[in-house]
C-alpha cells in the first residue's frame, strides 16, 4: 500500500522560495515513479514535474521549467519539489502522486494511482 503525505506549504511572497516534501508512510516501497501536480480554483489539475523510481529522467512543465526542482530519497521515501522565483500565478494546491509500479516516466495524470492529500501554496504579489 502507498499513502502519500505532503507537507510545506506556505504562503510566501513572489520571487521566494520553498520546498515542499512527500513521504509514503505506507508499507509499500516498490520502484515507483513520482510527480507532483497542481491544482489552482477553477482550473484542472495539471503536472509540474515527474522523476523516474531511480531519479535518473525528468519532466518539468514548461511553466516550471528553470524554476523547480523534482528529487526523491528512495531509502526514506521521500519525494521533494524545490520552488524558486515562486510567481503569484503558481499559486495553487499542490498534490503528490504515484504511478507503477515502474521504472519508466509518467507524465500524465492518468498514470498515476496514488494521490497524497495535497498542499497549499499560495504566492503573495
Known amino acids: 500500500q502507498v499513502q502519500l503525505v505532503e507537507s510545506g506549504g506556505v504562503l510566501v511572497q513572489a520571487g521566494g522560495s520553498l520546498r515542499l516534501s512527500c513521504a509514503n508512510v505506507?508499507?509499500?516501497?516498490?520502484?515507483?515513479?513520482m510527480g507532483w501536480f497542481r491544482q489552482a480554483p477553477g482550473k484542472e489539475r495539471e503536472i509540474v514535474a515527474a522523476?523516474?523510481?531511480?531519479?535518473?529522467?525528468?519532466y518539468y512543465a514548461d511553466s516550471v521549467k528553470g524554476r523547480f526542482t523534482i528529487s526523491r530519497d528512495n531509502a526514506k521515501k521521500m519525494v521533494y519539489l524545490e520552488l524558486n522565483s515562486l510567481k503569484p500565478q503558481d499559486t495553487a494546491t499542490y498534490y503528490c502522486?504515484?504511478?507503477?509500479?515502474?521504472?519508466?516516466?509518467?507524465?500524465?495524470?492518468?498514470?498515476?494511482?496514488?494521490w497524497g492529500q495535497g498542499t497549499q501554496v499560495t504566492v503573495s504579489s
Open positions: 502522486a504515484a504511478g507503477g509500479p515502474t521504472r519508466t516516466l509518467l507524465d500524465r495524470r492518468s498514470q498515476y494511482s496514488y
Open positions: 522523476i523516474t523510481w531511480g531519479g535518473g529522467i525528468t
Open positions: 505506507g508499507r509499500t516501497s516498490g520502484t515507483y515513479s
